[in-house]
């Protein structure tokens, strides 16, 4: 059975841990957890905010994926889609999910993240 969604994990280009990191703890807020030494080895890094892990993963032959992503609820969503655009990220807002506001945006590396916030 089932019982949580443990965390997602992303693949990045080999050497991108240091943009990746200043994206991801500077500008989206979250944490950054060790790894632990046998698997710190291989490269790239984990974050964290609240119960949302986010792992990523070197990948020698990177390439990001056009349409998988991770969906992350947010608070106050204006103010986090001005946060990205302040910070160089792009924000393509999306109005097709009912009950949702939601935009997309994608890490310096080009992943794709979907951000959402419950309209009540």
């Not at 890094?45 to 792992?55: I, Y």
Request: aromatic share 8%; glycine share 10%; charged share 20%.
């Amino acid at each position: 059975m089932l019982t949580a969604l443990d965390h997602v994990q992303l693949a990045v280009p080999p050497g991108s841990e240091d943009l990746l990191r200043a994206y991801y703890v500077d500008l989206l807020g979250m944490t950054e957890i060790p790894k632990p030494p046998v698997l710190a080895a291989r490269g790239g890094c984990w974050f964290r905010a609240g119960t949302v892990h986010l792992h990523l993963g070197v990948e020698a032959a990177f390439r990001p994926a056009l349409q998988a992503h991770p969906g992350l609820r947010v608070t106050d969503i204006e103010a986090y889609a001005e946060r990205l655009e302040a910070g160089g990220a792009p924000v393509t807002w999306d109005h097709d999910l009912p009950g949702h506001r939601r935009f997309y945006s994608q890490d310096p590396v080009g992943n794709r993240l979907e951000f959402l916030e419950p309209v009540p």
